[in-house]
């Protein structure tokens, strides 16, 4: 059984910063390409970052370039999303999610196989 458990979410302050993780157990991590989604109340769930199985290749959304670091650990099967200069439209609940295939970042959340149960992030002064 395939699960997910992401963590690090709160409350932080516009320009603030956070490190979600995201501990994966029930697949053989590195043949998944691991990515980071959200979803704001009202709104689609939306691709934030993706990383291929080395972690050498690594893609971002527009509104998060620049601000967002992905990376992951396969020894600890974890993925990572550093967040920097938070914007109140970064509020969302944030999901981890494994798609099966080591090379290609997906950016539709439709394909990926497995999901965790989200972690809210709140920003807001």
């Known amino acids: 059984q395939v699960v997910l458990v992401e963590s690090g979410g709160g409350l932080v302050q516009p320009g603030g910063s956070l490190r979600l993780s995201c501990a994966a157990s029930g697949l053989t991590f590195a043949n998944y390409v691991m990515g980071w989604f959200r979803q704001a109340p009202g709104k689609e769930r939306e691709f934030v970052a993706g990383?291929?199985?080395?972690?050498?290749?690594?893609d971002y959304a527009v509104s998060v370039r620049g601000r967002a670091t992905i990376s992951r650990d396969n020894a600890k099967n974890a993925v990572y999303l550093q967040m920097n200069s938070l914007k109140s439209e970064d509020t969302a609940v944030y999901y981890c999610?494994?798609?099966?295939?080591?090379?290609?970042?997906?950016?539709?959340?439709?394909?990926?196989?497995?999901w965790g149960r989200g972690t809210q992030v709140t920003v807001s002064s």
């Open positions: 990383i291929n199985w080395s972690g050498g290749s690594t």
């Open positions: 999610a494994a798609d099966v295939g080591r090379y290609v970042i997906r950016l539709g959340p439709q394909s990926y196989q497995y």
